[in-house]
């Protein structure tokens, strides 16, 4: 069982940056790949970028290649989301998750927990 906690939304304009968090419960945390989802108003979950269970390995969507970096620091139990030149289409809300096994993401990869969101918010 993991339980995940996201951290760091908030208001920003265009352009601009932030850091989210996802705090991870459990001693297994370093046997998951996890996952960055986000949410926007009307539109279905959408996948933002996934890491392997040792950091070495991340992936991306087209829409923010080169604008956010996601890492995971295993002995803090804690996977990060940095996301740069941020613009009013990346407003959504925004969720961790955690798929079990030491394997490498695919489109068909299943996430077996879920965090409660953060909202992320940006003006124009």
């Known amino acids: 069982q993991v339980q995940l906690v996201e951290s760091g939304g908030g208001l920003v304009q265009a352009g601009g940056s932030l850091r989210l968090s996802c705090a991870a419960s459990?001693?297994?945390?370093?046997?998951?790949?996890m996952g960055w989802f986000r949410q926007a108003p009307g539109k279905g979950r959408e996948f933002v970028a996934d890491i392997t269970w040792s950091g070495a390995t991340s992936y991306y969507a087209d829409s923010v290649k080169g604008r956010f970096t996601i890492s995971r620091d295993n002995a803090r139990n804690t996977v990060n989301l940095l996301m740069n030149s941020l613009k009013p289409e990346d407003t959504a809300v925004y969720y961790c998750?955690?798929?079990?096994?030491?394997?490498?993401?695919?489109?068909?990869?299943?996430?077996?927990?879920w965090g409660q969101g953060t909202q992320v918010t940006v003006s124009s």
């Open positions: 459990g001693h297994t945390f370093s046997s998951y790949g």
């Open positions: 998750a955690a798929r079990g096994g030491r394997s490498y993401y695919t489109p068909g990869s299943s996430y077996a927990y």
